[in-house]
């Protein structure tokens, strides 16, 4: 399984942004796609998932301002990231869960204030 993710660069506090990630191979129809951040100098953590059946959480620090949803035709998660904040700063990593655990290379998102 390989995992192609897109969508990162600079916004400015307020903006938005939205994340895409692709995955490839061979793909259980049940899984869990999500997305991860690191910001420098700290552990990585889960900002949002959503499993095969549409049920989401998020982490509280962006209840409210992201949405994660995915399109299972295509394999394909998003990540639309809205009232941004610096310290959504981090690269971002998607993450495919079934049997096995696969992550993405991670894309950088950079909020300027």
């Known amino acids: 399984v390989q995992l192609q993710a897109s969508g990162g660069g600079l916004v400015q506090a307020g903006g938005s942004l939205r994340l895409s990630c692709a995955a490839s191979g061979s793909i259980f129809s049940i899984n869990i796609m999500a997305w991860y951040r690191q910001a420098p100098g700290e552990e990585r953590e889960l900002v949002a998932r959503?499993?095969?059946?549409?049920?989401?959480n998020y982490a509280d620090s962006v209840k409210g301002r992201f949405t994660i949803s995915r399109d299972n035709a295509r394999n394909t998660v998003y990540l639309q990231m809205s009232t941004l904040k610096p310290e959504d700063t981090a690269v971002y990593y998607c993450n495919l869960k079934n049997v096995h655990d696969y992550w993405g290379k991670g894309t950088l998102v950079t909020v300027s204030s």
């Open positions: 959503i499993f095969s059946s549409g049920y989401s």
